[in-house]
């Protein structure tokens, strides 16, 4: 899903849960921020306006090193490391935002529970399509 989604989700789960709802926003698109880097270099490598990268930008990175800023915050070590240090909220948050991830990314971005370990869960429908 994208950032926006993530965000919208912290806020319906700050509004159901209480407490603070930066909280939940911050820990809904936590396993998201270690891209905001490999995001704007892909748009500044491909020239795009406002160094936003489109997703055809994506296809050369998907293998390479610079992916494992995708597929590690999206692991279980991520999440339990997070609700280990951070509690209840983050586990949730985290938690949720690896749930509604895992059917809307297919093919080399499926996530990868335990990278570098290969195995991936299949999505359910490519969220990213062109
Ligand atoms: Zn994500």
């Known amino acids: 899903m994208d950032v926006?989604?993530?965000i919208l989700l912290g806020i319906l789960l700050g509004a159901i849960a209480g407490g603070d709802y930066w909280w939940w926003i911050l820990f809904s698109i936590?396993?998201?921020?270690?891209?905001?880097?490999?995001?704007?270099?892909l748009?500044?490598?491909?020239?795009?306006?406002?160094?936003?990268p489109k997703?055809?930008?994506?296809?050369?990175?998907?293998n390479s090193k610079w992916s494992a800023l995708f597929f590690l915050p999206h692991t279980v070590y991520a999440w339990a490391l997070a609700s280990l240090i951070f509690g209840p909220i983050a586990s949730i948050a985290y938690g949720v935002h690896?749930?509604?991830?895992?059917?809307?990314?297919t093919g080399e971005w499926e996530l990868r529970p335990f990278y570098p370990a290969s195995q991936s869960l299949?999505?359910?429908?490519?969220?990213?399509?062109?």
């Open 43 to 52: 748009g500044y490598r491909n020239k795009r306006k406002f160094l936003f």
């Open 30 to 41: 936590a396993p998201d921020i270690p891209q905001i880097f490999l995001y704007l270099l």
């Open 55 to 62: 997703a055809i930008d994506w296809d050369e990175f998907s």
């Open 98 to 105: 690896l749930l509604v991830d895992w059917p809307s990314h």
């Open 122 to 130: 299949p999505g359910l429908f490519d969220g990213w399509k062109r």
């Open 4 to 6: 926006l989604t993530h």
